[in-house]
């Protein structure tokens, strides 16, 4: 079973904005102060990929190189929710978009290192 659960993908034009949600599947569901909470994306036949993440104790971002200026992390410690504001989408973000939890900053690329994942939301982006 997911920890996590997403929301908030869909068709867009080039150009377009959309917002990511990401909430936890349960009330037993942690976000320790420890945390990084993140997210990844994979597009159609390729890897999974680091876009954005943010430390719940500090609100430290940081993001992946293809999407910095157009993407933008928020957290919200209070519904132990994320958000993932995307503006001017490109084709090349096309992708499931997921979102994941690690205990720490350190090593974020790697997504063998996230211990909860949610299933991942569609965003597509086509004229």
């Known amino acids: 079973q997911a920890q996590l659960v997403e929301s908030g993908g869909g068709l867009v034009e080039p150009g377009g904005s959309l917002t990511l949600s990401c909430v936890p599947s349960t009330q037993n569901f942690v976000i320790y102060s420890s945390n990084l909470m993140a997210w990844f994306r994979q597009p159609p036949g390729k890897e999974r990929e680091f876009v954005a993440g943010?430390?719940?104790?500090?609100?430290?971002?940081f993001y992946a190189d293809s999407v910095k200026g157009r993407f933008t992390v928020f957290r919200d410690a209070h519904y132990n929710a994320i958000s993932l504001q995307m503006k001017n989408l490109k084709p090349e973000d096309t992708a499931i978009y997921y979102c994941a939890r690690k205990s720490d900053k350190y090593n974020r690329n790697d997504a063998s290192k996230f211990d909860a994942w949610g299933r991942g939301t569609q965003v597509t982006v086509s004229s």
């Open positions: 943010v430390t719940w104790r500090n609100n430290e971002k």
